[in-house]
C-alpha cells in the first residue's frame, strides 16, 4: 500500500510537468505498461495472503483509473499549450487576409467562339463536330483539291499515314454532314486545325477554325453576303463596314475575302494605321458559293442544291478584336493574361 501511494505521488507530478505530447506519451507508456509498477504490483498480488487479495486488486485497479484520467488531462493541457505557442510564435499569423477564391473564366478562344456562334445561332445554324484526325477524302478529295495541290504537300499537312492527315480546316465536317443528311443545311463547325508552320507571332501548328455551310435549293451568293453583312455587325459592331473581295478556294465557286473597316482608323488608313497596315481595311475570313464538284462528291445532285460557305481563324479575330499583338499569347496559359478577357468584353 505504502508503494501504491508512492506510485501515485510520484506518477501525478510527472504528469503535471508534462510539457509535450511526447512527454505524456512516455509517461503513459513507462507506468501503464506490463513491465511498469503497476504491472509488477499486480503479477506481485500473488504473495499476499488470499484474504488480503481482492482489496488489493481494486486499490491497484483504482490508482490505475485515476493516472489514466490525469494523463488524458495533461495530454489535453499540452496540446492546447502547443497550439497557443504556435500561434504566439507567429507559424500562424491569424492577422493575414484570407485567401481570395479565384472564379474560373473561359479562354479567350472560346469566347470568340461563342461569341460567333451566339451572332449565327439565331439564323438557323447549329454547332456541328468532327475528327481532327481525318481521312485525306474528306479533308481534300470530296473538297476538290486536286491531287498535286499544294497544300497536300508534307510541308503543309500533317500526314498521320499516306491517307490520313491532321485535318488542315473544319471543312470535314461539311462533307460528313453532307454525306450523312440531305440539305436543308445550315451548320457551324468549329475546332482545333493542323498546319506545317513554324511557330512565330502570327503562325502556331495548331490553332481554331469556325466555318459556317448553308445548302438548300435556292442559296444566292446575295444571301452569303446577307448573312455575312448581318454577322459583322453583330459580332464587330453596326458601325464597321463590309467589302467583299474576289478570291479562290478549291472547294467554292465563286470565292470571296470579306474584310471590315478598320476600328482603329475609322476606315480612313491615315496615319500609317497598324492592324490594317494603312488600308482601312482588315481581312476577315474567306467565303464562296459551293463548288458543284463538291456536291458530287457528296452524292448530291449540283442541278438542284446550291449552297455557301464561309471560315475564319478564332486566333486571328482575338488578336483584332483585342489588340493582342502576339497569337503565342493564346497557348502560354500565363494566368495573367488570360485573367484579362471576360466575356462580353469588345476592348
Ligand atoms: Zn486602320
Known amino acids: 500500500m505504502e508503494d501504491l501511494k508512492r506510485i501515485e505521488r510520484s506518477v501525478l507530478a510527472r504528469a503535471r510537468r508534462a510539457k509535450a505530447p511526447a512527454d505524456v506519451a512516455e509517461i503513459r507508456a513507462e507506468v501503464l505498461g506490463k513491465k511498469g509498477p503497476l504491472g509488477l504490483a499486480l503479477r506481485s498480488l ?35 499549450n502547443a497550439r497557443a505557442d504556435e500561434l504566439e510564435s507567429g507559424a500562424q499569423d491569424v492577422t493575414l487576409p484570407g485567401r481570395r477564391v479565384v472564379p474560373g473564366n473561359p479562354h479567350p478562344l472560346r469566347i470568340v467562339e461563342r461569341d460567333i456562334i451566339r451572332a449565327l445561332e439565331s439564323l438557323g445554324f447549329a454547332v456541328a463536330h468532327g475528327p481532327q484526325v481525318e481521312h485525306d477524302w474528306y479533308n481534300f478529295e470530296a473538297l476538290n483539291f486536286p491531287p498535286d495541290h499544294p497544300a497536300r504537300d508534307t510541308q503543309d499537312t500533317f500526314f498521320v499515314s499516306d491517307a490520313v492527315v491532321l485535318r488542315t480546316h473544319t471543312s470535314n465536317v461539311q462533307i460528313r454532314t453532307m454525306v450523312k443528311g440531305k440539305p436543308p443545311i445550315r451548320i457551324l463547325a468549329p475546332g482545333m486545325v493542323f498546319r506545317h508552320d513554324e511557330i512565330d507571332a502570327t503562325h502556331t501548328p495548331c490553332f481554331h477554325q469556325i466555318e459556317g455551310l448553308w445548302v438548300d435549293d435556292k442559296a444566292t451568293f446575295a444571301d452569303l453576303k446577307g448573312v455575312l453583312h448581318v454577322f459583322a455587325a453583330r459580332l464587330f459592331g453596326p458601325e464597321r463596314k463590309v467589302r467583299f473581295r474576289p478570291s479562290f478556294f478549291p472547294f467554292t465557286e465563286p470565292s470571296a475575302e470579306m474584310d471590315v473597316s478598320c476600328a482603329l482608323c475609322g476606315g480612313s488608313g491615315k496615319g500609317g494605321c497598324r492592324p490594317c497596315k494603312g488600308t482601312g481595311w482588315i481581312e476577315i475570313m474567306g467565303a464562296g458559293m459551293v463548288d458543284p464538284a463538291v456536291f458530287e462528291a457528296v452524292g448530291y445532285d449540283p442541278e438542284k442544291v446550291q449552297g455557301f460557305a464561309f471560315g475564319m481563324g478564332l486566333e486571328r479575330i482575338a488578336l483584332l478584336r483585342w489588340g493582342v499583338d502576339d497569337i503565342r499569347l493564346f497557348y502560354e496559359n500565363d494566368l495573367r493574361f488570360l485573367e484579362q478577357f471576360r466575356p462580353g468584353d469588345t476592348r
Do not use: F, T, Y
Open 46 to 80: 500473488g504473495e499476499l495472503p488470499a484474504e488480503e487479495r481482492p482489496a488489493a486488486g481494486q486499490k491497484i485497479n483504482q490508482l490505475k483509473g485515476k493516472i489514466e484520467a490525469a494523463l488524458d488531462e495533461a495530454h489535453a493541457r499540452v496540446q492546447a
